[in-house]
């Protein structure tokens, strides 16, 4: 099955900067890509993904890029503010799976 | 609208009791997750409903779990003999379809199970 791996595992910036989060994926017929976002003690919620046929998407502050040939894509949160501080969780599947194969999550913390 | 709602919020249990946890999906979702999150892990997926379907049942750890999915609506994962690796934050999701992945799924609040 997919196997999905974060990096780094935590990850502090200061407020202002950008802060970067890598994933790779193992299966090569994945083609959808989410990103969650969980702050301490709420649900995850969505807060961007990305299919196979496009290399970048952004939306306002947050960005996610995909490189298919090396199996990882990456969230790009410029401006960091305090309230960017949480677990974010990348996913990967593919169109007809049921399931979305997790990371183990990313802690970033945002220093004001 | 309302969102996806579970109960209870927090259970601590002794080590061999049964407990059910319960999910109230969004109204008019079709398709419902259950997962588990362990203390600095990912969310390890664990059974997926849609609609009238055979469940998905391929990530369940062992056989002491099962889960139900009644009308299509209400569902309740149950952990019996539980044992210390259970504990764990049990959360639930619905999407308003399943098969297309594409669809957001959308978390409940989780239940925090504690086995002593």
């Known amino acids: 099955g997919e196997n999905v791996e974060q990096h780094p595992s935590t990850l502090s910036v200061q407020e202002g900067d950008s802060a970067v989060i890598k994933c790779t994926y193992s299966?090569?017929?994945?083609?959808?890509f989410p990103w969650y976002k969980q702050e301490l003690g709420k649900r995850p919620q969505l807060i961007i993904d990305?299919?196979?046929?496009?290399g970048e998407k952004k939306d306002q502050r947050i960005a996610v890029t995909l490189n298919k040939t090396a199996k990882h894509f990456s969230l790009h949160i410029t401006e960091t503010q305090p309230e960017d501080s949480a677990v974010y969780f990348c996913?990967?599947?593919?169109?007809?799976?049921?399931?979305?194969?997790f990371g183990k999550g990313n802690q970033v913390v945002v220093i004001p | 609208g309302a969102g996806v709602s579970q109960s209870p919020s927090n259970k601590v249990t002794e080590k061999g009791k049964d407990v059910e946890l319960r999910c109230d999906p969004i109204?008019?979702?079709?398709?419902l997750y259950w997962y588990r999150q362990s203390l600095g892990q990912g969310l390890e997926f664990l059974i997926y409903f849609q609609g009238n379907s055979a469940p998905d049942k391929s990530g369940l750890p062992s056989d002491r779990f099962s889960a139900e999915r009644t009308g299509g609506s209400v569902s309740t994962l149950t952990i019996q003999r539980t044992q210390q690796e259970d504990s764990a934050v049990y959360l639930c999701a619905s999407s308003l379809q399943g098969g297309a992945v594409y669809n957001e799924q959308f978390f409940g609040p989780g239940t925090r199970l504690t086995v002593l």
């Open positions: 996913a990967a599947s593919y169109y007809g799976n049921n399931r979305l194969a």
């Open positions: 299966d090569s017929a994945s083609n959808y």
């Open positions: 109204s008019g979702h079709t398709a």
């Open positions: 990305i299919r196979s046929n496009v």
